[in-house]
């Protein structure tokens, strides 16, 4: 075939019939040219079963062991045999055109190294999730996402290069991956595709929102926003994020930031609300610093 092929990587973990649903999707796609790869991360047999008799022509790949979002990515990076990846949640939809102008751009742009397509929350009257991004700031730690909870009208249809990309689609060229490193699994839940995009950066890419392409997203349908785990994960990752990524001024103004204003407010709602397990779980995550970690360690495709 004349276009490059494109391997689509999905994690699952328990998720079957969710992950069904977006391999369903990816079904109508338009591109001519592309593998699926799920690599599914230790669930029971039985629960995968439906993924690998529903859709046979999926290259399954069962991994012993949980090894997070990066980890298993990772583990589909391996053997996926694409010149681009594409990294979709499964907990998506895709719009059967979507990977066409993703393709277009890396074609085009030898500087792109990373993007994003537009992302809309499933279910919704077509409110965006994502449309490019505003960054981080590096004095408080939070990021800013353009167009979130508009109802899409056309207002963020111009494709531009972006601070930060969305982990719920995000399109890598296998160069790219050979150069910079892989998805970082210290993470394991969480700001791993924030911290690879800043690292893709350093590599000397640009990061870039897709405004042609769309995803349709069931928010946090693996894991739960009101998950224990996912307090645990995203207090200790933000802290993470800020070691690896900043410096100087910008690291303590972030540190202090989120040590003295963000954690406390959180802190004091979930104590007023009696919530003492995601309580627990917020100062489990900041003990993790406590310990000794090899912060800024990274894998390297061999």
């Not at 592309?34 to 790949?61: C, R």
């Not at 991956?177 to 699994?185: A, C, F, N, S």
């Not at 307090?231 to 540190?255: A, D, H, K, P, Q």
């Amino acid at each position: 075939m004349d276009k490059p092929l494109v391997s689509i990587i999905s994690i699952n973990y328990k998720q079957a019939s969710v992950t069904c649903e977006m391999l369903a999707s990816l079904r109508q796609v338009t591109y001519p040219n592309y593998e699926v790869i799920v690599v599914d991360n230790a669930s029971p047999e039985a629960e995968v079963q439906p993924i690998a008799d529903q859709f046979p022509g999926v290259q399954l790949i069962r991994s012993a062991e949980n090894l997070g979002f990066a980890g298993g990515n990772n583990l589909g990076i391996a053997v996926a045999k694409g010149k681009y990846l594409l990294f979709l949640n499964n907990d998506t939809e895709v719009d059967p055109g979507f990977l066409e102008p993703l393709v277009e751009l890396f074609e085009t742009n030898p500087k792109a190294g990373i993007a994003s397509p537009k992302i809309i929350f499933y279910g919704t009257d077509n409110l965006i999730q994502y449309a490019g991004c505003g960054g981080i700031n590096p004095w408080t730690g939070r990021s800013v996402t353009f167009g979130l909870m508009e109802k899409d009208q056309g207002q963020h249809n111009v494709s531009s290069p972006t601070p930060l990309i969305h982990g719920a689609a995000m399109m890598v060229p296998m160069e790219v991956i050979r150069k910079v490193g892989l998805m970082p699994e210290l993470y394991f839940l969480y700001y791993e595709e924030l911290d690879w995009c800043e690292m893709i950066k350093r590599g000397g890419y640009e990061s870039h929102y897709v405004a042609q392409g769309t995803v349709y997203h069931k928010e946090s349908a693996s894991v739960g926003q009101g998950s224990v785990l996912r307090t645990y994960y995203m207090y200790r990752n933000r802290l993470l994020y800020i070691r690896r990524n900043s410096s100087g001024v910008r690291f303590w103004s972030g540190m202090l930031f989120f040590l003295f204003v963000a954690v406390p407010k959180q802190g004091l709602v979930y104590a007023l609300h009696l919530e003492q397990k995601y309580l627990s779980a917020l100062w489990r995550g900041l003990k993790w610093h406590l310990s000794p970690h090899n912060v800024h360690q990274n894998h390297f495709l061999s």
